[in-house]
């Protein structure tokens, strides 16, 4: 009933910075919760950043300082600033929306930091 559509991965340089995009679409109601997801091969996948409906903010020590979480509730979008980017950061990144008492997820999007 909601997909997740992502966009804005790529490559970039170290120390560049780079912003991922997440729309939401279908029967919406309000999306309480949406976070950013980073999997690497083999590897869990881990929580990079989430916001709820009023704005609150929670960040892995991982990326703290250096990413910024918003969202556009009016467009049902989220949206990742990555700044300062270092090579471990390349991962595919996922958004989740949690929405109607659901959980969803987008189809991930490549980001690859190169050195």
């Known amino acids: 009933q909601v997909q997740l559509v992502e966009s804005g991965g790529g490559l970039v340089q170290a120390g560049g910075s780079l912003r991922l995009s997440c729309a939401a679409s279908?029967?919406?109601?309000?999306?309480?919760?949406m976070s950013w997801y980073r999997q690497a091969p083999g590897k869990q996948r881990d929580l990079v950043a989430r916001?709820?409906?009023?704005?609150?903010?929670n960040y892995a020590d991982s990326v703290k300082g250096r990413f910024t979480i918003s969202r556009d509730n009016a467009k049902n979008t989220v949206y990742l600033q990555m700044n300062s980017l270092k090579p471990e950061d390349t991962d595919v990144y996922y958004c989740n929306a949690f929405e109607g008492g659901r959980v969803y997820w987008g189809q991930g999007t490549q980001v690859t930091v190169s050195s």
């Open positions: 916001i709820t409906v009023d704005i609150r903010t």
């Open positions: 279908g029967n919406i109601r309000m999306i309480n919760v």
